[in-house]
């Protein structure tokens, strides 16, 4: 039996799970409690009237493109499971899931939502599993490689009280590459093969298929840093953005807070204040959620409208059909 498995049919170890995940939520709630009692928030809201309109407009430029590539994730799946809906429908269904998934959390956006309007539109839940999976798996491998590149290549200058250098960091970099550079030999090696997981099968994608991966959402993960670092107007170099924001990414995951709310703050005014004031990083923070994620999800509930509306003709016109038989 693997460690693993072992560790599963141990009782305390699920509870001992929960106290470690809630331990890092409290963690995060405290400091961004203690934070919140210091900041002038009427600083905070001068500081997002005070973002000039190309700045703004940039942003939101950067924002749309990030939107637009990962909407064209399930397209790879759909290449992989050769099902039948159009490339439109795909990207459509796939950028309602994203907005969501950002907004309320990957099981009710990035889950529940592809499948019900996937079913909706006619596939079968094995097909949606897998191009789920195919999408999930390009969106945590760009982190990977842009996560390892960054704490490998450019460790974050902490702040000075904090007793870690970037040592620590450059060896968690280097581990995130291998683990890439690992999934990309599997592919080389392995193309076809078929992996089952609890009861699904996987088909090893071939190495063309899963640089493609690679590109797609390392650039991606690069324009939602770009997102940030233009609305801090170069205050804090670009590398340095985008790492703090991979660490936020983890820490929104771990906790499982819908959109990260709080977290995404507390992680940057404590890993960025000791260079740029707090009220002016929190400012450039609530334009990057009205611009990344309150504004999409907008555009997504009547996307999503126009999509029940969709499905439910098509299920129509299917049982008109039946019946004329």
């Given at each position: 039996?693997?460690?693993?498995?072992?560790?599963?049919?141990?009782?305390?170890?699920?509870?001992?799970?929960?106290?470690?995940?809630?331990?890092?939520?409290?963690?995060?709630?405290?400091?961004?409690?203690?934070?919140?009692?210091?900041?002038?928030?009427?600083?905070?809201?001068?500081?997002?009237?005070?973002?000039?309109?190309?700045?703004?407009?940039?942003?939101?430029?950067?924002?749309?493109?990030?939107?637009?590539?990962?909407?064209?994730y399930?397209?790879?799946?759909?290449?992989?499971?050769?099902?039948?809906?159009g490339?439109?429908?795909?990207?459509?269904?796939t950028?309602?899931?994203?907005?969501?998934?950002?907004?309320?959390?990957?099981?009710?956006?990035?889950?529940?939502?592809?499948?019900?309007?996937?079913?909706?539109?006619?596939?079968?839940?094995?097909?949606?599993t897998?191009?789920?999976?195919?999408?999930?798996?390009?969106?945590?491998?760009?982190?990977?490689?842009?996560?390892?590149?960054?704490?490998?290549?450019?460790?974050?200058?902490l702040?000075?009280?904090?007793?870690?250098?970037?040592?620590g960091?450059?060896?968690?970099?280097?581990?995130?590459l291998?683990?890439?550079?690992?999934?990309?030999?599997?592919?080389?090696?392995?193309?076809?093969?078929?992996?089952?997981?609890?009861?699904?099968?996987?088909?090893?994608?071939?190495?063309?298929?899963?640089?493609?991966?690679?590109?797609m959402?390392?650039?991606?993960?690069?324009?939602?840093?770009?997102?940030?670092?233009?609305?801090?107007?170069?205050?804090?170099?670009?590398?340095?953005?985008?790492?703090?924001?991979?660490?936020?990414?983890?820490?929104?995951?771990?906790?499982?807070?819908?959109?990260?709310?709080?977290?995404?703050?507390?992680?940057?005014?404590?890993?960025?204040?000791?260079?740029?004031?707090?009220?002016?990083?929190?400012?450039?923070?609530?334009?990057?959620?009205?611009?990344?994620y309150?504004?999409?999800?907008?555009?997504?509930?009547?996307?999503?409208?126009?999509?029940?509306a969709?499905?439910?003709?098509?299920?129509?016109?299917?049982?008109?059909?039946?019946?004329?038989?």
């Amino acid at each position: 039996m693997s460690a693993s498995l072992a560790l599963t049919h141990r009782p305390w170890w699920p509870w001992a799970r929960r106290v470690a995940i809630w331990a890092f939520f409290g963690a995060i709630a405290w400091l961004l409690l203690k934070q919140a009692r210091t900041i002038d928030w009427a600083e905070v809201f001068a500081a997002l009237r005070a973002l000039p309109a190309p700045t703004l407009l940039a942003a939101g430029a950067l924002a749309a493109a990030s939107f637009g590539l990962y909407s064209t994730y399930d397209l790879l799946g759909r290449h992989l499971t050769k099902h039948r809906l159009g490339a439109g429908t795909v990207v459509g269904v796939t950028f309602i899931s994203y907005a969501f998934n950002l907004n309320f959390g990957s099981l009710v956006g990035g889950v529940a939502f592809r499948y019900r309007l996937y079913s909706r539109l006619g596939l079968g839940n094995e097909t949606i599993t897998r191009v789920l999976g195919f999408s999930m798996l390009t969106n945590w491998l760009g982190y990977l490689v842009v996560a390892g590149a960054a704490f490998c290549f450019w460790p974050m200058a902490l702040p000075p009280d904090w007793k870690i250098d970037g040592g620590g960091l450059r060896m968690l970099g280097a581990v995130l590459l291998m683990v890439s550079l690992a999934y990309l030999a599997l592919c080389a090696f392995s193309d076809g093969h078929v992996w089952r997981v609890r009861g699904h099968a996987l088909r090893t994608p071939s190495l063309p298929m899963a640089l493609l991966q690679l590109a797609m959402s390392c650039v991606n993960w690069s324009l939602i840093g770009g997102v940030i670092w233009v609305l801090l107007q170069g205050e804090v170099g670009y590398p340095q953005v985008l790492a703090v924001l991979l660490v936020a990414a983890v820490a929104g995951v771990v906790t499982h807070v819908p959109a990260g709310l709080g977290v995404l703050e507390a992680v940057f005014v404590a890993l960025l204040a000791h260079e740029v004031p707090s009220t002016r990083l929190l400012g450039a923070l609530l334009a990057y959620r009205a611009l990344y994620y309150l504004l999409p999800l907008a555009v997504a509930l009547v996307a999503y409208l126009v999509t029940e509306a969709r499905a439910r003709r098509l299920r129509a016109d299917a049982g008109n059909n039946h019946n004329k038989r």
